[in-house]
């Protein structure tokens, strides 16, 4: 459990607050909160005054990104680590990048997400759907495809009595048609 919230706390002090990716070329700003240096460009667009830091609202005076290395190795062990996701809801299966519950369904990645990953870059374009509803919708779909399927195995049960007993009638009809002594003899050698 204590390795987990250690993984979990290594995750988080890897991932953008702003992204909620893994930090891309992190940087840090006056207040001391890092950000991708990408990101804080966006949030901050083209405007020479007025900055405030996007996590604690800190106004800052001067446009001076510092580059993060030592965050930005961090992130890169993070990465190579492969950390195992944290406790999720018993019975459910966890997002193993913020260790939430998947609740969602990215219906173009198709894949399960959790909230967190829905407002990521990542899936932040794609539609997602409760995970509940796509799994009603898969059920439907599999219903669906199993109609068919269960009228197919039918005839092809079907099929294979008829053609049993053409076998059976073939066999019998080969029998009667036999001389009389071979069937004597066959009849001897089992006994």
Not at 119 to 126: D, I, V, Y
Not at 162 to 191: D, H, N, T
């Amino acid at each position: 459990m204590a390795a987990r919230d250690l993984a979990g706390s290594f995750q988080d002090e890897a991932t953008c607050p702003i992204c909620l990716e893994y930090f891309t070329d992190p940087v840090s700003i006056e207040c001391g909160h890092n950000f991708c240096r990408a990101c804080l460009s966006l949030c901050w667009g083209e405007s020479e005054t007025n900055f405030s830091c996007p996590q604690c609202r800190e106004t800052i005076l001067q446009r001076h990104l510092r580059p993060n290395r030592q965050l930005g190795n961090l992130v890169e062990l993070v990465k190579r680590l492969r950390l195992p996701a944290g406790p999720a809801p018993e019975g459910q299966p966890g997002c193993e990048r913020h260790q939430e519950a998947l609740k969602l369904f990215c219906q173009e990645d198709q894949a399960p997400i959790c909230v967190i990953c829905r407002e990521s870059r990542e899936h932040r374009a794609h539609s997602a759907v409760p995970i509940e509803e796509a799994a009603q919708e898969y059920k439907e779909k599999l219903q669906g495809a199993l109609g068919p399927l269960r009228k197919q195995l039918e005839e092809a049960r079907a099929l294979t009595s008829k053609e049993k007993e053409k076998i059976r009638e073939w066999q019998v009809g080969v029998w009667v048609s036999l001389p009389e002594p071979f069937p004597r003899q066959r009849s001897q050698k089992a006994m």
